[in-house]
T-cell receptor, first 116, second 117 residues
Framework: NAGVMQNPRHLVRRRGQEARLRCSPMKGHSHVYWYRQLPEEGLKFMVYLQKENIIDESGMPKERFSAEFPKEGPSILRIQQVVRGDSAAYFC??????????????FGPGTRLTVT | AQKVTQAQTEISVVEKEDVTLDCVYETRDTTYYLFWYKQPPSGELVFLIRRNSFDEQNEISGRYSWNFQKSTSSFNFTITASQVVDSAVYFCALSGGDSGGYQKVTFGTGTKLQVIP
């Protein structure tokens, strides 16, 4: 029973390039969340998605960042024109449907983005 | 607004000592969930426990125990007879549910625990 999968695990981009981070939720999970962890800090919520819907993007920067969770395939967090301040660990989490009564979010191993 | 405070930034203990990690939270929701996660040096996040706001029973799982006190808005985590493998950053987290917003989890800044052999 595979857990939440994220790839790549490490990503290096030069300033101005685009970064694409992928997340496949656990089997049976229909909710996906993205969090960002800056060095020496806790995780900060970015966005919550269900299939083909963005439910809550209150933590997403207004520019350059976007997220999607298509009907087929993984969820994608896209960062355009990356800057050094985007260097962080990006974690994806998934949870089962709300009617399951379980509100636990299970996290992937994270993608460490380094912008040079 | 929700807030989770982990006042202890770093703790060092000698192996086999007991250690308690403090967590204080703030929320206006009457229904909410509290969590603890462990982040070992390898970087992944490992779920440890979930507690809902209606259940103030303390929980024990092996060497781990959790003390939830609604009166003081605290959800402390104790490791008994610590081991080197317990060395990690531990995060306390909260999600509120009055508005159906269980999904957004607020994390504390973490407590880095170092267990010295």
């Amino acid at each position: 029973n595979a857990g939440v999968m994220q790839n790549p695990r490490h990503l290096v981009r030069r300033r101005g390039q685009e970064a694409r981070l992928r997340c496949s939720p656990m089997k049976g999970h229909s909710h996906v969340y993205w969090y960002r962890q800056l060095p020496e800090e806790g995780l900060k919520f970015m966005v919550y998605l269900q299939k083909e819907n963005i439910i809550d993007e209150s933590g997403m920067p207004k520019e350059r960042f976007s997220a999607e969770f298509p009907k087929e395939g993984p969820s994608i967090l896209r960062i355009q024109q990356v800057v050094r301040g985007d260097s962080a660990a990006y974690f994806c989490a998934s949870s089962p449907p709300a009617n399951s009564g379980s509100y636990v979010q299970y996290f992937g191993p994270g993608t460490r983005l380094t912008v040079t | 607004a929700q807030k989770v405070t982990q006042a202890q930034t770093e703790i060092s203990v000698v192996e086999k000592e007991d250690v308690t990690l403090d967590c204080v939270y703030e929320t206006r929701d009457t229904t909410y969930y509290l969590f603890w996660y462990k982040q070992p040096p390898s970087g992944e996040l490992v779920f440890l426990i979930r507690r809902n706001s209606f259940d103030e029973q303390n929980e024990i799982s092996g060497r781990y125990s959790w003390n939830f006190q609604k009166s003081t808005s605290s959800f402390n985590f104790t490791i008994t007879a610590s081991q080197v493998v317990d060395s990690a950053v531990y995060f306390c987290a909260l999600s509120g549910g009055d508005s159906g917003g269980y999904q957004k989890v607020t994390f504390g800044t973490g407590t880095k625990l170092q267990v010295i052999p």
